[in-house]
T-cell receptor
Framework: GQSLEQPSEVTAVEGAIVQINCTYQTSGFYGLSWYQQHDGGAPTFLSY????GLEETGRFSSFLSRSDSYGYLLLQELQMKDSASYFCAETDSWGKFQFGAGTQVVVTP | ETGVTQTPRHLVMGMTNKKSLKCEQH?????MYWYKQSAKKPLELMFVYNFKEQTENNSVPSRFSPECPNSSHLFLHLHTLQPEDSALYLC???????????????FGAGSRLTVL
């Protein structure tokens, strides 16, 4: 089967840095994505890693290590609007996306 | 708006009712997905359609019946549901195959279903 593990909740103050780890166990792994979902909203795409290494998009970065079946999302210079749930998702070569249970990020003043 | 529109946004139905959820996208995508989202649980993949053909049925009970008449529209027909089927049902789309863009799902805002 397939499963992704990520922490259920992280709390940090404005301006801080948060790292959300994600481990996966699957065959046919193709890539790892990250999505953000605000309460009552649609999940929105943040970042994708198909190869090992770091992908940077503004304040958000994502990292993948295939040999460790591990990735993370790094949120820098946290802002109040970053309070949301963050999901890692692994893709197989057939275009099937499996999601983790999500990490609730709470940003405090 | 994400470009993927789901209706209705909220639905309350009894266990004997028949209702349908609708999803529409005009992003030029040709793969469409239904996911179920329950509190504190991973998004559960239900169905996948590529170029109008169903390519994935993730062991979904037959009381959920998908329909994809064309690449822009996706339906989820509901009948004789159970209270545990209450959840947020999310539709998503993407480009099937190909280079960049093929690994990005665009989600709708979801249809919140309550089964009494």
């Amino acid at each position: 089967g397939q499963s992704l593990e990520q922490p259920s909740e992280v709390t940090a103050v404005e301006g801080a840095i948060v790292q959300i780890n994600c481990t996966y166990q699957t065959s046919g792994f193709y890539g790892l994505s990250w999505y953000q979902q605000h309460d009552g909203g649609a999940p929105t795409f943040l970042s994708y890693n198909g190869l090992d290494g770091l992908e940077e998009t503004g304040r958000f970065s994502s990292f993948l290590s295939r040999s460790d079946s591990y990735g993370y999302l790094l949120l820098q210079e946290l802002q109040m609007k970053d309070s949301a749930s963050y999901f890692c998702a692994e893709t197989d070569s057939w275009g099937k996306f499996q999601f983790g249970a999500g990490t609730q990020v709470v940003v405090t003043p | 708006e994400t470009g993927v529109t789901q209706t209705p946004r909220h639905l309350v139905m009894g266990m004997t009712n028949k209702k349908s959820l609708k999803c529409e996208q005009h992003l030029g995508h040709n793969a469409m997905y239904w996911y179920k989202q329950s509190a504190k649980k991973p998004l559960e993949l239900m169905f996948v359609y590529n170029f109008k053909e169903q390519t994935e049925n993730n062991s979904v009970p037959s009381r959920f019946s998908p329909e994809c008449p064309n690449s822009s529209h996706l339906f989820l027909h509901l009948h004789t549901l159970q209270p545990e089927d209450s959840a947020l049902y999310l539709c998503a789309s993407k480009l099937a195959g190909g280079p960049s863009g093929a690994n990005v799902l665009t989600f709708g805002a979801g249809s919140r279903l309550t089964v009494l």
